[in-house]
């Protein structure tokens, strides 16, 4: 899923990836739907799609239409503050900034429908430089960053144009969304928003997803994504989702990354619940061709990772997050300079009662083989950075 900066391209820079798990984190509410009743929580909309440790309103305010039936309005108002050692570029030791303003409108009856979410976010990632809400807004996906027009002639079969979520990932675009406040170092490397068609099918415990878009957010419809989502039982899950891009592209803003716009990407993600317990192990591989044109030399990433959640009671969540990702290839740097390799751990305690939440997190990046410069700290030397963070807001 695409969008925020990552791990220093050049020294105090990095393209912003935001995925939309929504980035979308595996197929965001494909994987939601097959999880059906094994579920930590049921959100009462399928979108935006929630993860285990937050739940999203159980009465959302509806407005009853004679054109398009039910229009539900729901939003997430949620702000963060925290600390920090190695700060990287123009970032600060400390900081207090809104993660989310937004407002989400959507139908979900009748064979068209749509889902509009409008506001300003952040995309609050480790291991990289924080980015104001104010600033990575207009530099991604402007104050619209999801909206499409679904057409679903039956049950089982429908079809989306518009600002998509991405089919690849584990973890979602927006932090609301998430186990954790901050996005991982795995989910860095995947896109997050896509314009385009996308094309959905389930029969039994089986969907299928399928769509042609722009890839990192490119303008150029050359991507070709795609997600199987498989049911085992009501515990169980296994999804395989993989895309690239058909042709090469030039294209490279603070929203497009370069190299990540023009690799293929494969994941295997499987989902447990048991009881109060949610786990998810997944994998993750990209590979970058050589592309002489745009100086691209050949290069990969392998990623693994665990999410896990466990509901403590009705207002106690812990969720935590640990992972791995180690690159190869010279000349083309996908973390912190060539051939470089990182783990981190997140822990995030929640508190939530209805709409209101509070939570808190401690996360720490270690990184081996950096090219010096690209590295953390102001100088780009350092192999490590703790956060602590604080996140608290309305889901209404």
């Given at each position: 899923m695409l969008v925020q900066p990552c791990a220093n391209a050049r020294r105090g820079e990095r393209r912003l990836i935001d995925s939309l798990k929504g980035s979308a984190a595996a197929g965001g509410v494909f994987l939601a739907a097959a999880l059906g009743a094994g579920a930590a929580h049921a959100d009462p909309l399928g979108m935006p799609p929630m993860s285990a440790s937050l739940s999203a309103n159980a009465n959302p305010l509806s407005i009853d239409t004679e054109l398009f039936g039910p229009i539900h309005v729901t939003g997430a108002v949620t702000g963060m503050g925290y600390v920090q050692n190695h700060p990287m570029g123009a970032d600060k030791k400390s900081r207090i900034d809104a993660t989310s303003a937004q407002v989400f409108l959507q139908t979900t009856e009748g064979p068209v429908q749509f889902y509009i979410q409008a506001g300003a976010y952040s995309i609050p990632t480790i291991g990289v430089p924080y980015t104001k809400a104010a600033d990575l807004t207009p530099a991604t996906f402007d104050v619209?960053?999801?909206?499409?027009?679904?057409?679903?002639?039956?049950?089982?079969?429908?079809?989306?144009?518009?600002?998509?979520?991405?089919?690849?990932?584990?973890?979602?675009?927006?932090?609301f969304q998430n186990l954790n406040i901050q996005r991982g170092l795995v989910w860095n490397q995947e896109n997050a928003v896509n314009r385009g068609v996308q094309v959905n099918y389930s029969t039994g415990p089986v969907s299928f997803s399928a769509a042609l878009g722009d890839g990192f957010y490119s303008d150029k419809l050359s991507w070709l994504s795609g997600l199987v989502a498989f049911a085992i039982d009501e515990s169980n899950v296994l999804a395989v989702a993989a895309g690239g891009n058909l042709s090469n592209s030039g294209q490279s803003t603070s929203a497009t990354p370069q190299i990540q716009n023009n690799q293929d990407i494969y994941n295997v993600i499987y989902t447990h619940t048991s009881g109060p317990l949610t786990l998810t192990p997944?994998?993750?591989?990209?590979?970058?061709?050589?592309?002489?044109?745009?100086?691209?030399?050949?290069?990969?990433?392998?990623?693994?990772a665990l999410l896990a959640n466990y509901n403590i009671d009705d207002n106690w969540k812990l969720a935590g997050r640990a992972e791995y990702i180690w690159t190869k290839g010279a000349g083309t740097n996908l973390l912190y300079g060539d051939g470089s390799d990182a783990w981190s751990l997140t822990v995030t305690p929640t508190w939530q009662q209805g709409i209101f939440f509070v939570r808190g997190e401690l996360s720490y990046v270690k990184a081996k083989d950096i090219t010096p410069g690209l590295g953390m700290g102001r100088l780009g030397l350092d192999r490590s950075q703790t956060r602590a963070l604080l996140e608290t807001g309305f889901l209404f």
């Open positions: 619209i960053p999801q909206a499409y027009v679904k057409i679903a002639p039956t049950e089982n079969f429908s079809i989306q144009v518009g600002k998509l979520p991405t089919l690849i990932g584990a973890e979602y675009t927006f932090s997944y994998f993750q591989y990209t590979k970058i061709h050589e592309t002489r044109s745009l100086g691209i030399a050949e290069a990969s990433s392998t990623g693994l």
